[in-house]
Each structure stands twice: as C-alpha cells, then as structure tokens.
C-alpha cells in the first residue's frame, strides 16, 4: 500500500530581481514542517445487494499535524433498468483534533426522507447534537457510527451518523474468515454489532476494516473493498503523535 504524501510548502515570496543586466535572485524557501504536511488517503467499498452492485461508499482522510478530516460519501440506488425502486444517498464530514471528535455534519436521503446532524464539541468536552427534531448535549467519548475507528469493536454506544440519536450497543467477536478485498484474499476478524441493526463487520491485522454485511428488507447486503490507499488511519491521531 503506498503511502501519499501531500506536501504544501506555501508559495514563494517573489523574485527579487538585481538591478539592470544582474542576475535575478530567488527569496530561500523554509522546509515543510511535519504540521504544514498533508496526508491523504481512501478507502472504497462496492456495496452490493443479493450479490449485485448497487452503489458505493467511500471514506476520504486528510491530516495536518493533530487535525483529521474524515468525509463520508454514500450513494446507493436499486432498480431494473431506468427504473429505480429505492434510493439512499449519505454525505458525511467528521473532525478531530487531538485525537477528539470536535464536529460532525451529516445530511442524508433515505428514499426521499431527510435527516441532517449538526454537531460540536463544547468547551466542558460534551458534543452538542442537533437534528430537525431536536438539540442535546451527549458524552464526548461517543463514536460516530462510522466504522473506521478500530475501537468500535469496544464501544457500548455509538453516535447514529443518520439520525444523530446515541444507540446502545453490544459487541462480540465471531471467529477470523477469509474476506476478499483490493489486494486479494486475507484473513480478518469478525465482529456482530449487536443494536436496531445488526451488523456484521470485519477488521484485519492493525484494525484496519475490510468488510460488512447486515439484512435490510429481507436481503442481505455487503460490502467489498475495492480500493485502499494512502493515509487510512485506525484511530484520530493523537496528541504529538507522528
């Protein structure tokens, strides 16, 4: 897997120029600091229904020094030719700084029914979450639901990235499988979310997540990974952490 590396270094201050028929000379450029680095990376799952594709989802992460940006994009439609029968569609932006969730913003069309998330860490550390319905203060420490972080498999409760409501949850491993992704067959560790939905989901060595797989309407869907590159952390990045 090959690690991205975008670098901004600014742009130059100018080029002074010598007087008449002298050289010109160029201002030195100071080197990038690890915190003026931009680290960037994707990962990409085709998600199929009954074994037929029927949309993607893709995470986006962008690091500067302790600062992530981690967008969520979903597009998902099943139909018969030119005719699509259900629709859903998820776009999703969360940040962290210092390794802490300090806002999320989510808007979604569940087959023509909309939600929206607005929230934001508040100076005593609680997360303010607001959504058509209502605004409330929730622990700090929640997780949204949004599967990357590799401690989800030890969370008791998860911030719905949908409908921003916090779900009880229980988590149990269920044995190691073969799971097929971008760069073949590897083996990785199953886990069953156990809440309104439950989820099967797998994480290979590093806790990195490779697949899911729940039943929706009376099919089952799952995702295959397709694509994996650049930065793709497990965790935010911590406090001086490199």
């Not at 776009?91 to 300090?102: A, I, K, M, P, Q």
């Amino acid at each position: 897997m090959r690690l991205i590396h975008t670098l901004s270094a600014g742009l130059l201050a100018g080029v002074l120029l010598a007087p008449a028929g002298g050289a010109a000379a160029a201002a030195p450029v100071a080197p990038v600091t690890a915190e003026q680095a931009e680290e960037t990376g994707v990962l990409r799952f085709d998600v199929k229904r009954a074994g037929s594709k029927i949309g993607t989802h893709q995470l986006t992460f962008r690091r500067k020094g302790e600062r992530l940006t981690v967008t969520v994009d979903i597009d998902l439609a099943v139909g018969i030719g030119p005719i699509t029968f259900f629709r859903y569609s998820h776009d999703n932006t969360t940040t962290w700084e210092g390794g802490r969730l300090v806002a999320m913003t989510t808007r979604t069309d569940d087959d023509g029914t909309a939600y929206r998330v607005d929230a934001k860490r508040l100076d005593d550390g609680r997360l303010q979450v607001r959504t058509q319905e209502d605004t409330k203060v929730v622990d700090g420490t929640v997780l949204p639901s949004t599967y990357w972080i590799a401690a989800t498999t030890e969370a008791d409760k998860l911030l719905n990235t949908q409908k921003g409501t916090v779900d009880d949850i229980t988590v149990e491993a269920d044995g190691v499988d073969t799971v097929e992704t971008a760069d073949g067959a590897v083996q990785a560790q199953r886990y069953v979310i156990h809440g309104a939905l439950d989820t099967h989901i797998w994480y290979r060595d590093m806790g990195r997540w490779v697949g899911l797989a729940f039943d929706a309407r009376g099919e089952r869907i799952t995702y295959h990974l397709t694509e994996h590159s650049g930065y793709l952390p497990t965790e935010p990045p911590q406090p001086n952490q490199s």
